[in-house]
């Protein structure tokens, strides 16, 4: 009598060999060697089910702990000329004169939580039409959503561009 026996001969397919029952593994695997037998490769049935769940849970936890941030930023470029420094003093001054506590007032409905993501910083760059030039950034980093966010943004940008008037006042 003939009968199928399974060996697994990599940990990806399984393997069926028609043999006789009296044989053994080693005795098929050489007979099937010798090209007096069939070696019929079968994948795993459950494998590509398997590898689509995994991916599927995979993409869920990754999306469940990923959060999508938002910028809304503003640039205020200082008047020609002027270095790095000049424009690090301009934000420690609005920083010590209350800017945070600032747009709170001006802002109530933003949260604690969502007026951490402020920022105000200085650097230089170069701009297609005014070349290069030192510049001060400010805006707000959120997640979520935040309606006022431009309108913040805004007001954040005039208050850096009245605080730049004040120190260069003869810049137009």
């Given at each position: 009598?003939?009968?199928?026996r399974?060996f ?8 069926s060999?028609?043999c006789?029952s ?7 695997l ?35 702990c990923?959060?999508a ?39 109530p ?32 980093n ?8 431009k309108?913040?943004?805004d ?8 605080a ?9």
């Open positions: 009598m003939a009968s199928r399974r697994v001969l990599e940990s990806r397919y399984y393997y060999l028609e006789c009296r044989e053994t593994g080693a005795e098929l050489s007979r099937t060697a010798a090209g007096r037998g069939s070696l019929k490769r079968q994948s795993n049935p459950m494998r590509p089910t398997l590898s689509i769940l995994v991916a599927l849970f995979l993409g869920f936890a990754v999306g469940a990923i959060k941030s938002m910028t809304e930023r503003r640039v205020v470029e200082l008047p020609a000329g002027q270095a790095l420094a000049d424009a690090e003093k301009i934000c420690r001054g609005l920083i010590a004169s209350g800017y945070g506590a600032d747009i709170q007032r001006k802002f409905a933003v949260t604690a939580q969502q007026l951490q993501g402020l920022f105000l910083t200085w650097n230089e760059g170069t701009f297609s039409q005014s070349g290069h030039s030192v510049f001060i950034m400010c805006g707000i959120y997640s979520g959503s935040l309606p006022q966010a309108e913040l943004a007001y954040c940008q005039s208050v850096v561009k009245k730049v008037a004040d120190k260069f006042p003869s810049a137009k």
